[in-house]
């Protein structure tokens, strides 16, 4: 348990950090962290002396929580890929947030006066190297990893993140920035034959349809998690449908805010469909968060468990605090996949005369 002096720094290093977001380095004074924290002037020079010392005191917790979260899920055998998801879904959504950005708050304090005697910025970076770097050598070892430059990589993930980070408070950063930088990051490290998860576009049109197609020819008439897309003839008018639920300014009043990804490998092809439904209304509380379809020829291949990881480290960013799974109970396969991922059996219903059951994975640890 904390003590109540590290309690109050903790509560003063949140609050003027969300300062230093919005007003930069320069533009927060001590009265602004008191106003902010309610803290009279010598209740906060009891802990802190300045500005400086308060952001030197939020920058040390940089690079470090991550590197321990890494470690602890390699310890735990989390694939090299789920850990990768998860930290691109991150910072994928902080370079979007240009309010919680201290990119510019960190160029003034380094230029400024105030940095004498704070740790150089080349400590955060070296920080961070170390744990991307223990990745990288993890997903090497467990061959989900190509072999690769893993400095250069490093560099450009590093750069690339505090580069937009510091433009988004200038600009505004379009989605689409964000998920091409990842994407390139995936595709230089993933082995050709693992998956990751693409939002449908119309690029995907002429694969896509032939991925529907095949589920067709094989009598296979329902693509779960797809979204209608086995029951909407046109791709254009699913991928207009599709795209509006994913924006709560545009989503269908009778649908759920819901994001819908292909799995594709390392070559563009499509081998798999999965949706994620942010939340369950009375209709959803049967079928749960998401659904899913491997392609009938890439079954067999571990690929179901690797879109629902994939799915669940999407999931866990978003904010999600778990996923409730349905499946019926004769889809062993399907069984062995949520349970392999932690699913914990919640409770069975009956769908379409079928017997079912819904797992939950949490997804807080």
Known sequence: MLSKGESTRQTICGRARELFCRQGFKGVTMQDICKATGLSRGGLYRHFESTGQIFTAILEGFGGNQ???????????VPAAIILEGLLCRYETEMLDSGSSLSLAICEFYSSPDCSGAPPVSRWYESSRVGWTELMKYGLDTGEFSCVDFQGVFDLIVFAYQGARLYGRLMDLPKDTARGMWGQVRKLLLRPDMLHLERPAQKHKDKALAFREEFFSKGEPVIFGSELFDKTES?????????????PKTLNPSWVLTDIYFAVDGEDNIAGIIDLRHELNGFLADLGNCGYSVRPSCRGRGYGIQMLGLLAARAKAAGLPELHISVE????????????????YERSFSHEGQAADIYVIALTK
């Open 329 to 344: 109970r004769e889809n062993t396969p399907s069984v062995r996949v949520i349970k392999g991922l932690g699913g914990v």
């Open 235 to 247: 791709y254009d008018e699913w991928l207009e449908s599709v795209t509006r639920n994913t924006d």
């Open 67 to 77: 590197n321990r979260e890494i470690h602890e899920q390699i310890l735990g055998g």
